[in-house]
């Protein structure tokens, strides 16, 4: 599974998780033309292109067909913001249960910037972070400045290690991260059908932010209960940046120091 481990910690453990794509979309009461609000899982290439099934912890980890989609699972937005979604796009994002308690205005622009997130390869949990997503489609207004926090998990699990109560406080554990705020972005996901290696993702506002979400009693019963769930796991650490006069975003190596906004 995957989120609880991707928060921040001092030493280098981390998860992969399946759980975000039985929370579907959340209106939040919002009736508008412009709003889509379908529940949204992956594509089978067999099936009509228009009907989107919604995976649960088995059929995630043992997909019956091949994958063509998997969606970022965006933190929903403060209340008073409403839902803002991309009508265009002929694949929304997940938004989590949970509402942000706060986002700052760049931070703000980057959630709808990441409507557009996506693997840009098939082959996301082998080529090296920058390569794995489609970074160079994301734009946010020329004149906004701003850097966050990444962290990138790449696992393998143990054959027979049970998903279900570490898939159900995995669930828990990043509803209790989006509450206590900072985390803009959680996306995951499926196990290379040959090498059995995934990948998984969180954007955070800072790195105090990660870090505090690894204090939580939700996230720490995730912990004990995924010690023995993996053969392997890297946790990777990484800078994203928007500069002023450039719409483009670009991935760094993290140095240690807080992101600067």
Known sequence: MGFTLIHDLAEPVSLESPHPLDIGLVTDGTDSDDLDVVGLGAIDTERDPHELPTFNSKSLTNPPSTVLYLPPLLSSLPHELGVLLHTSLEQQPLLSETHLPHIDPVSLSLHKALHHFRPATPYYAE????????????????????EWYCVAFRSKRLPGSDSGPLYDADKLAHEEAVLNGGLIMYWYGVPDPETGMNLATCIWQSRKHAVAASSGPHHIRAMKLAA??????????????????????????????EVVW
Do not use: C, M, Q
């Open 228 to 257: 023995a769930s993996y053969e392997i796991y890297t946790l990777e650490r990484h800078k994203l940046r928007k500069s002023r006069g450039e719409r483009g975003v670009t991935i760094e190596p993290f140095d240690g120091a």
């Open 127 to 146: 080529v090296p972070y920058d390569e794995a997503f489609n970074w160079s489609k994301l734009e946010l207004p020329e004149n906004e400045e701003r």
